[in-house]
Nanobody, 119 residues
Framework: QVQLVESGGGLVQAGGSLRLSCVAS????????MGWYRQAPGKQRELVAT???????NYADSVTGRFTISRDNAKNTVSLQMNSLKPDDTAVYYC?????????????WGQGTQVTVLS
């Protein structure tokens, strides 16, 4: 099983920035894509951003223009730069790695990191 370890969460004022990082136990090229999801209290987990092994990115409408996902292949790391943070961005952020197997898609998740944005 792939191990994903997130870091970088914390408390920030609205309008501020945070950078989340996720270190994978395996070469990130192994995954079809990696990404970030978030879950706020009382809400379902939602996609924030994904990055395929080919370099294609996808962002939720709510974060487009404010968040940037990137990858460092040498460090097996995927990062999420979050700028112009809003209180609605408050959530636990989870790193995801998805691969395709003979039985279908396989998802691995990190333990999550809390992001709290104060108004």
């Amino acid at each position: 099983q792939v191990q994903l370890v997130e870091s970088g969460g914390g408390l920030v004022q609205a309008g501020g920035s945070l950078r989340l990082s996720c270190v994978a136990s395996e070469n990130v090229f192994r995954f079809h894509h990696m990404g970030w999801y978030r879950q706020a209290p009382g809400k379902q987990r939602e996609l924030v951003a994904t990055l395929t092994s080919g370099g294609t990115t996808n962002y939720a409408d709510s974060v487009t223009g404010r968040f940037t996902i990137s990858r460092d292949n040498a460090k097996n790391t995927v990062s999420l730069q979050m700028n112009s943070l809003k209180p609605d961005d408050t959530a636990v952020y989870y790193c995801n790695a998805r691969t395709f197997s003979l039985t279908g898609w396989v998802d691995d998740w990190g333990q999550g990191t809390q992001v709290t944005v104060l108004s």
